[in-house]
């Protein structure tokens, strides 16, 4: 008989079974070795030898959607099924559908017919519980046809299973919340004084779970902090999954199959062998690094903190800004760009030869010529007599303040003669001025972006 390792779901179904995906009648046994294969651990495979490997009859119903995938991306095959056994579930006893020729056990769900029948009478499909399984392994008899169901039975069984399992669900849920209802009203009923006390081991005092103080009612795995494994360990433990080894031809193994709750005790096995491997990495030592994670990172002197938000440094500097005492603009501006000027100061600037080095400088760049306040190197470059030059030379205050100034000195030197001598000192005054002027200006400016008002541009 011919056996295909490990199937995946591109491969299903055979090509020499036809087209039909689902409602195979199958053969199956758990394969517990597979089932913890994914933890790598030696003491694991022996266990999982020593659980007992029944023989089950199942029906395929859909995929099971195990999500475990080869290297490659492929998927491997799964599937969901509905077992089938000689006696009614004793968890849910309408979930079951007499396979023919036993009668119906309601006029709702007739039997079902298996073409070609199987080697067993007196059958009954169990719709809940159902299994999920990856398949680890199938056996091939290409010379039996396989017993299926037709396509309207094998829908018929999906939407019974469906109502079933929705129908227990709804059972279960309704019995745990009389069993709370009833737990609560016993309580109630007994005296504070005399109601039992609960004692509280001292681990669990010192180390609370994370249910208990989150208050959320999670699951023991999750909150239990001896299971917080490495990364590779969880990734193993991830990869775990039930797996079973199927074959196609139903009478492969004669006699009566096992009771399908047997499949649930084997499965419960299985998944112990997972939670002691679990406890066992996390004595060995092998949990995950509890060094704390700052330790060893370099310190950043620019770390980025809450305050650094441009949201909040604007805030700040809105604050700091009213906050500050503002001055009297009294205080803040000059009366007059030229107070400073004393008349016996303006009477030295024109009492002999003056030498500066920043008209020296000037000279230099603008071909020995000193560039009056107002003018530039082409207006110094046209003759006296020129338009441009003339309204350059007199338009403005400045101009003005400097023709006042000239008149008061200026005859004497023309009439000593002294040729140059007057034009040097009168630059230096209109620069004088013109500086006297920038610096009035810029603490205007200054004093009103200081008391919070709009700043007009130039």
């Not at 009648?25 to 070795?33: E, K």
């Not at 000059?334 to 016996?344: I, M």
Request: aromatic fraction near 6%.
């Amino acid at each position: 008989m011919p056996a295909i390792e490990s199937p995946f779901s591109r491969s299903w179904p055979l090509p020499a079974r036809g087209p039909e995906l689902f409602g195979h009648c199958v053969l199956l046994r758990l394969d517990p070795a597979a089932s913890v294969a994914a933890l790598q651990d030696e003491e694991a495979t022996r266990s999982a030898s020593l659980i007992s490997r029944d023989w089950f009859l199942g029906v395929t119903l859909a995929s099971g959607g195990a999500g475990l995938y080869a290297p490659d991306g492929r998927g491997f095959l799964s599937f969901k099924f509905c077992l089938i056994g000689t006696n009614l579930p004793t968890e849910y006893e309408p979930g079951a559908v007499p396979i023919a020729p036993l009668e119906p056990l309601i006029a709702e769900r007739p039997a079902f017919n298996f073409v070609p029948a199987l080697p067993v009478e007196g059958l009954y499909v169990h719709t809940y519980p159902c299994m999920y399984a990856i398949v680890s392994r199938i056996h091939d008899t290409p010379e039996k046809p396989l017993a299926m169901l037709s396509p309207d039975e094998h829908l018929r069984l999906r939407q019974y299973q469906s109502r079933d399992e929705y129908n227990q669900g709804m059972f279960e849920h309704a019995k745990e919340v009389a069993e709370y209802e009833a737990k609560q009203a016993v309580m109630l009923a007994v005296p504070p004084d005399e109601a039992p006390v609960i004692p509280i081991d001292a681990e669990q005092r010192s180390h609370p779970s994370i249910s208990s103080v989150s208050g959320s009612d999670c699951d023991s795995e999750v909150s239990d902090i001896k299971y917080l494994l490495t990364e590779d360990m969880q990734a193993r433990l991830r990869r775990v999954r039930i797996f079973v080894e199927v074959w196609l031809d139903p009478a492969f193994h004669p006699g009566t199959p096992t009771d399908p709750a047997k499949f649930k005790e084997a499965t419960a096995e299985v998944e112990a062998l997972w939670e002691d491997w679990k406890e066992r990495v996390q004595a060995a030592g092998d949990g995950p690094d509890d060094t704390p994670i700052d330790v060893g990172l370099p310190y950043d002197d620019h770390a980025v903190l809450p305050e650094d938000a441009v949201d909040s440094r604007i805030e700040k500097d809105n604050l700091a800004r009213q906050a500050a005492p503002s001055m009297p603009e009294s205080e803040t501006a000059p009366e007059s760009p030229t107070h400073w000027l004393r008349p016996t100061e303006t009477t030295k600037v024109f009492a002999g030869p003056i030498e500066t080095r920043q008209d020296d400088q000037k000279a230099e760049l603008n071909g020995g010529k000193i560039l009056h306040n107002g003018e530039d190197a082409v207006t110094a470059a046209l003759p006296t007599e020129h338009p441009l030059r003339m309204a350059t030379a007199g338009d403005g205050p400045e101009s003005q303040l400097a023709n006042t100034s000239t008149s008061v000195t200026e005859p004497s030197s023309r009439k000593t003669g002294l040729s140059g001598v007057p034009k040097r000192s009168l630059a230096f005054l209109r620069g004088s001025l013109s500086n006297l002027r920038t610096k009035a200006e810029a603490i205007r400016v200054f004093s009103k972006a200081a008391k919070g008002q709009p700043v007009a541009s130039s």
